[in-house]
């Protein structure tokens, strides 16, 4: 039987663990994990300190075991009416969506897709607004996300950008 092709949506500001077992959850029930980057046109605010390129960047030295995803950016259109057919614009076919919120699962399943709600790993520690926020504070956040994440911030000086931004919210 063929697996089918699952597609997770998230900010991913930044990629955490939690995001890697959430696609570690999705590879063992699809063939192909879509990984939708969204929010892709935001960038060095406070909700999304990081560009669509920088988070694509952790996600891949992030997975670098795992070769079963692409990586697509999804800009907010902010018209809940045209969303999905919008995503499916941008995305290769898929048939699962991964996802826990309210807005995603009513959005996905009216369009007809099979939408699995996930389960939550640590959300109190597993979010980016917490790794944010104690990145800001000089408190340990390294812990909380994969060594490719914890490379691309350091390679773009982001702990200064977060830093920086925390002082203007």
Same mark, same amino acid.
């Given at each position: 039987?063929?697996?089918?092709?699952?597609?997770? @949506? %998230?900010?991913? !500001?930044?990629? =955490?663990?939690?995001?890697?077992?959430?696609?570690?959850?999705?590879?063992? +029930?699809?063939? &192909?994990?879509?990984?939708? @980057? %969204?929010?892709? !046109?935001?960038? =060095?605010?406070?909700?999304?300190?990081?560009?669509?390129?920088?988070?694509? +960047?952790?996600? &891949?030295?992030?997975?670098?075991?795992?070769?079963?995803?692409?990586?697509?950016?999804?800009?907010?259109?902010?018209?809940?009416?045209?969303?999905?057919?919008?995503? &499916?614009?941008?995305?290769?076919?898929?048939?699962?969506?991964?996802?826990?919120?309210?807005?995603?699962?009513?959005?996905?399943?009216?369009?007809?897709?099979?939408?699995?709600?996930?389960?939550?790993?640590?959300?109190?520690?597993?979010?980016?607004?917490?790794?944010?926020?104690?990145?800001?504070?000089?408190?340990?956040?390294?812990?909380?996300?994969?060594?490719?994440?914890?490379?691309?911030?350091?390679?773009?000086?982001?702990?200064?950008?977060?830093?920086?931004?925390?002082?203007?919210?």
């Amino acid at each position: 039987m063929v697996k089918p092709t699952g597609l997770i @949506i %998230g900010r991913f !500001q930044p990629f =955490h663990n939690g995001h890697v077992k959430l696609i570690e959850y999705a590879a063992g +029930e699809s063939g &192909k994990v879509i990984i939708g @980057i %969204g929010s892709s !046109q935001e960038s =060095h605010s406070w909700e999304n300190p990081f560009s669509a390129s920088e988070r694509r +960047e952790m996600i &891949k030295k992030s997975l670098k075991v795992f070769d079963r995803y692409e990586i697509i950016e999804v800009p907010d259109i902010n018209k809940d009416l045209v969303w999905v057919s919008h995503v &499916k614009r941008i995305a290769p076919d898929f048939q699962v969506v991964y996802a826990n919120t309210a807005r995603e699962r009513h959005l996905f399943s009216e369009a007809g897709f099979d939408v699995v709600p996930t389960p939550f790993f640590s959300r109190d520690l597993y979010s980016g607004t917490e790794i944010r926020r104690r990145i800001a504070m000089n408190e340990k956040w390294m812990w909380l996300v994969p060594q490719g994440t914890i490379d691309v911030i350091k390679k773009i000086d982001g702990v200064r950008r977060i830093k920086d931004l925390s002082l203007i919210i």
